[in-house]
């Protein structure tokens, strides 16, 4: 699987869920309805600058703090088709891959990418190109059973169909 766009890169380790989807939307739980509140706290202009299929791009630890799922769907619900980071808070790496939303680890990722460069993410072979610098950057591929969820639109959808 083959996946491109542009990247919105945050040099900042850290980025907490409260800062992905501040608490006072949770009360909400409609991907179109958190999605007008995504990054809101971190990024005033996130939303006027993401299209369909972006990725979103930073440091270590990415999505530390509280445990929501309203991360994700948020993320999702702007338009966000993955995030690449150094590294993910565990909860949120799982609350990703249970939701069937990209969650890619690679080293060094944001000093590598700038703010709007096209990527190519080749999700299968663990391969990252820049198409905007012409550079590729490898990952460890996710493993098989993360794509079939994936595939599936998350893990409630794969038990579905099993």
């Known amino acids: 699987m083959k996946i491109k766009g542009f990247a ?14 501040p608490a006072r ?4 739980d409609k991907e179109k309805d958190l999605a ?17 299929g972006d990725f979103v791009i930073a440091k270590d630890n990415f999505g530390c703090g509280s445990s929501r799922e309203h991360a994700i769907w948020a993320l ?5 088709r993955a995030v690449i980071a150094n ?12 939701n ?8 060094d990722i944001a000093d590598k990418v700038s703010k709007g460069d096209e990527l190519e993410i080749d999700v299968s ?6 198409l905007s610098k012409n550079e590729e950057y490898s990952f460890t591929p996710l493993p098989e059973f993360a ?16």
Do not use: P, W
């Open 8 to 21: 919105h890169v945050y040099q900042r380790d850290d980025i907490n869920t409260d800062e992905i989807i």
């Open 125 to 130: 072979n663990g391969m990252i190109k820049n």
């Open 100 to 107: 069937g939303f990209l969650a890619i680890e690679c080293k």
């Open 76 to 80: 999702r619900g702007s338009g966000i």
């Open 36 to 52: 007008l509140h995504a990054m809101e706290d971190l990024d005033k202009e996130f939303l006027k600058r993401v299209k369909r």
């Open 147 to 162: 794509i079939e969820l994936m595939d599936a639109g998350g893990l409630i959808n794969y038990i579905k169909k099993k």
């Open 25 to 28: 939307y949770l009360n909400m």
């Open 87 to 98: 590294s993910f808070a565990r909860i949120f790496y799982r609350n990703a891959i249970n």
